[in-house]
């Protein structure tokens, strides 16, 4: 089983950046992939990003690609989001989870464990 916590979110102006972290406790952290998803009100969860065990790949939305950057830190068990150039239509709530198959899966399904996510609002 693996427990994981997301934080960083917060209200920004649009052009502005923020940092999402996800610390994760459990199961070994470097033995097992990681995405990011959001969700928008009213809309169904998209995939955002994700990256390998040991950080050597990573696959991005197009709709973030360019802007956003995700990369992790095995020591310290925490898989990071950095945001740049954030446009209103980023904001959601931005969801961390696990996927112990190790793909880089687009799909929610592949993922096994959620975090309870954090709020992102870009305004304006």
């Known amino acids: 089983q693996v427990q994981l916590v997301e934080s960083g979110g917060g209200l920004v102006q649009a052009g502005g950046s923020l940092r999402l972290s996800c610390a994760a406790s459990?199961?070994?952290?470097?033995?097992?992939?990681m995405g990011w998803f959001r969700q928008a009100p009213g809309k169904e969860r998209e995939f955002v990003a994700a990256?390998?065990?040991?950080?050597?790949?990573?696959r991005y939305s197009d709709s973030v690609k360019g802007r956003f950057t995700i990369n992790r830190d095995n020591s310290e068990n925490t898989v990071y989001l950095q945001m740049n150039s954030l446009e209103p239509e980023d904001t959601a709530i931005y969801y961390c989870?696990?996927?112990?198959?190790?793909?880089?899966?687009?799909?929610?399904?592949?993922?096994?464990?959620w975090g309870q996510g954090t709020q992102v609002t870009v305004s304006s």
């Open positions: 989870a696990t996927n112990f198959a190790g793909g880089l899966a687009l799909s929610s399904y592949a993922y096994d464990y």
């Open positions: 459990g199961r070994t952290f470097s033995s097992y992939a």
């Open positions: 990256i390998s065990w040991n950080g050597g790949r990573t």
